[in-house]
């Protein structure tokens, strides 16, 4: 459920004023009550309202949060580190050369730490104030964050697929073949037998100097402009839940050619390109 600011007061009154609900609709002007009537519902469970920081900070690739950990007293760092999610206080100390204490907090100094330290990290990072799961792309958050760059690579095969159909010179198709995993040629592949014309975005292999490096520097490029299409379609808290699965510099780097009005382009095919693909990991069993 989407939790519009009608549907969250309706989730209150059920939760505290269930009985007395008819009662206060009589209170408000008919189009008020008109507005909380249609977005009516049975549900209860106040944490749609107030999400878990740290469900959503446990998503987040550690190098958004070395910035903000930089800022924090040397004296206190460790122990702010050590109540991190398990996925990063490893990575955190570790770029940061700190050693974390061994022993776990006792639960009011945990408690108080996390008070302090998590909304503000919830806030600086802009992170999603409400539930993302209403997107035709919400499968992207069933991928790990490794799978996620296999994904932006595998995003550029669209270009790939329309770019080799101009190429005669097989030895030069032998090149590029060869650059490329078993998972993405089984991809390139079925992408090739698609009669309809792919839309892609342009990828030049005029200056390519015929290393695996370049090739693959190249296949990225586009791969990440892609993704940045389909995200230009989101709404702001899944484009800043998705950005912040990844590292710090694709992160930003998306968020930046988000910015740009040309990358809302075909959005909407970009999109469904995007679905394709996503459905292809889930029955190639990726995760």
Known sequence: ??????????????????????????????ED?????RASHQQKDLSLIFPDSEKHLEN??????????QKIDTQLLPFAISIAPEEQR????????????????????????????FPAITQELHLPSSDTSHSSLH?????????????????GMFELAETIKKIV??????????????????????????KKTLFSIKISLSQWDGST?????LIHKVGMIRLAGALSGQDEDFIHAFVHRLDIGRGKHLLRLLEKDQIKTNEKTITKQTRQLLQFLTQEQIE
């Open 1 to 30: 459920m989407q939790l519009n600011p009608p549907n969250a007061f309706n989730l209150f009154l059920n939760r505290y004023y269930k009985k007395e609900k008819a009662d206060f609709f009589d209170l408000l002007s008919s």
């Open 33 to 37: 009550a008109e507005v909380l009537k």
């Open 60 to 69: 987040v690739h550690y190098s958004w949060l070395i910035p903000i950990y």
């Open 90 to 117: 490893e990575k955190l100390a570790k770029a940061m050369s700190v050693k974390v204490p061994p022993a776990r907090l006792s639960p009011p100094i945990y408690r108080f730490l996390y008070g302090k330290l």
């Open 139 to 155: 499968s992207l958050f069933n991928f790990s964050k490794h799978t996620l760059l296999k994904m932006i690579d595998l995003l």
């Open 169 to 194: 010179d097989r030895t030069r198709l032998k090149k590029i073949y060869h650059c490329l995993n078993p998972l993405e040629k089984k991809f390139l592949l079925q992408l090739q037998k698609e």
């Open 213 to 217: 490096s370049q090739l693959r520097r």
